[in-house]
């Protein structure tokens, strides 16, 4: 099983671009989440999905959408990138909204 | 805003030693985790424990749990190199909220 899957690993951005981050689970989980780093902090969530076909917003959504494609895909979009959005980003998945999660690997997003 | 605060934010410690890391809360919750995160890597799980329960046990982990005082604290005992990480508590009310995490060192 190669649990949480994203993707790309690194990517650069212009302001005002558009780019959208692929996250996959093979651990028929129900719940996924989107989470982002800032250097020296926890995460922050910023969407999460409880279940297929519903999505809700955490603490920092702003600037983001979520498409809950199937029960194993979760994909984040920034419509248009901000440098303020510069950080790393965590997909994460669990089999319910109150037990451990398992993340990935991140994605690296630097915004110029 | 982060829910938990952890303390300290850095720990240089010998291998071998006993590490422990403190956790800080505001409001009620549904269970108290702590994850583990390598450089440039994803977390990991640790450990999870309940708002009814008080202490857990995991291999080298030991969780402590202080509904009262909104508290919790990670013991990692006979540390190694190995265990060098940053180490986050995460509180589960509606939505699981991260602290900013212990930077620990382990040198051999």
């Known amino acids: 099983n190669a649990g949480v899957t994203q993707t790309p690993k690194f990517q650069v951005l212009k302001t005002g671009q558009s780019m959208t981050l692929q996250c996959a689970q093979d651990m028929n989980h129900n719940s996924m989440y989107w989470y982002r780093q800032d250097p020296g902090m926890g995460l922050r969530l910023i969407y999460y999905?409880?279940?297929?076909?519903?999505?809700d917003k955490g603490e920092v959504p702003n600037g983001y959408n979520v498409s809950r494609l199937n029960k194993r895909e979760f994909s984040l979009r920034l419509e248009s990138a901000a440098p303020s959005q510069t950080s790393v980003y965590f997909c994460a998945s669990s089999e319910a909204g109150l037990g451990e999660q398992y993340f990935g690997p991140g994605t690296r997003l630097t915004v110029t | 805003s982060q829910q938990g605060e952890e303390d300290p934010q850095a720990l240089s410690i010998q291998e071998g030693e006993n590490a422990t890391m403190n956790c800080s809360y505001k409001t009620s919750i549904n269970n108290l985790q702590w994850y583990r995160q390598n450089s440039g890597r994803g977390l990991v799980h640790l450990i999870l424990?309940?708002?009814?329960?008080r202490e857990k046990h995991s291999g080298r982990l030991r969780v402590t749990l202080d509904t009262s005082k909104k508290s919790s604290s990670l013991l990692i005992t006979a540390s190694r190199a190995a265990d060098t990480a940053s180490y986050f508590c995460?509180?589960?009310?509606?939505?699981?909220?991260f602290g900013g995490g212990t930077r620990l060192m382990v040198k051999p």
């Open positions: 995460a509180t589960l009310g509606n939505m699981l909220t």
């Open positions: 424990i309940r708002s009814n329960e």
């Open positions: 999905s409880a279940s297929e076909g519903t999505t």
